[in-house]
């Protein structure tokens, strides 16, 4: 090697480009570095690496992959190729950043769940329509393999779906002690565009529009109980309203006690 020929050892190296040595040998293993050897086996690097390092963060910071910045470093970049790349890249990073805006509203609902007083928040309110796809059919869960793809689906938009329980008011009419839910996925149906192409058969639609909406904690075999309802009936009948189609149930999987009690959301269609 040339001695005239600026370079530096892997430690300055480091303190130049802010990165701790063992990435920079991560890199230099994937491909970002052609790094050479002086003749006692030591790393040399050359101002051209440390270039090629901030060429390489421009491209991580517009969100690209480590893999996919290394590919696009040595490609030409004013060209329509690229451009669509930053385009697409675009529209990826924008579905991320919606579907982070749902956690973070998912969060502040945890949290003001934990400091809810269940029972006392009885409120009429106008609820958007969901759609939701069977997992079971009461205790019948042979549905969910012939939805399985669909199911898949819904649980990859974690952020916005819901694990739910569905209830036709029908059965708050007879004898049983208890209702039969139904467990399902449900996402707002504003969202239906984020499904892709998937299988209509599977997928319904829950009209929920002027909607009961409460709080209650207890334990799951309590909230399957027919007389854990009573308090909404009862305002149901003191303010003039009927339920109508089919009830959600949205348990929020809080262990709230280390006994199994949970906080859920009622919504009850009425009118």
């Known amino acids: 090697m040339d001695a005239a020929e600026k370079g530096y050892y892997i430690r300055e190296f480091a303190c130049m480009t802010g990165l701790p040595q063992s990435k920079i040998r ?13 003749k006692n086996g030591y790393r ?10 901030n060429a390489f963060r421009s ?25 669509q790349s930053l385009k697409t890249q675009r529209k990826a990073l924008t579905k991320e950043k919606q579907l982070l805006e749902y956690r973070l509203q998912a969060l502040d609902d945890a949290l003001e769940l934990l400091n809810l ?35 898949t689906l819904f649980v990859e938009l974690l952020p916005i779906s819901n694990y ?32 892709g ?3 209509p058969t599977h997928v319904h639609r829950l009209n929920l529009g002027k909607c009961l909406v409460y709080h209650r904690s207890l334990t799951r075999e309590e909230s399957v109980r027919k007389e854990s309802f009573a308090p909404m009936l009862e305002w149901l009948t003191g303010h003039g ?6 009830m959600l149930i949205l348990p929020a999987f809080l262990n709230l006690d280390g006994c199994g009690t949970d906080m859920e959301t009622v919504i009850l269609p009425v009118y």
Do not use: C, H
């Open 197 to 199: 192409d998937y299988d």
């Open 26 to 38: 991560y890199y230099e293993k994937i491909g970002l570095f052609r790094v050479k050897r002086m």
């Open 59 to 83: 491209l991580l910071r517009y969100g690209f992959s480590i893999e996919a910045a290394i590919r696009m470093l040595d490609e030409k970049q004013q060209t329509a190729q690229f451009e």
């Open 117 to 151: 007083k269940p029972g006392l928040d009885f409120s009429i309110q106008d609820v958007p329509d969901k759609l939701y796809v069977y997992a079971s059919r009461g205790r019948d869960f042979s549905v969910a393999a012939q939805a399985s793809e669909t199911i």
């Open 44 to 53: 040399w690097f050359t101002p051209e690496d440390a270039f090629r390092v």
């Open 164 to 195: 739910a329980r569905i209830v036709d008011t029908a059965q708050f009419s007879n004898a049983e002690p208890e209702i039969n839910p139904s467990y399902v996925s449900a996402i707002p149906a504003s969202e239906e565009w984020r499904l």
């Open 241 to 246: 309203y009927r339920m109508r189609g089919k």
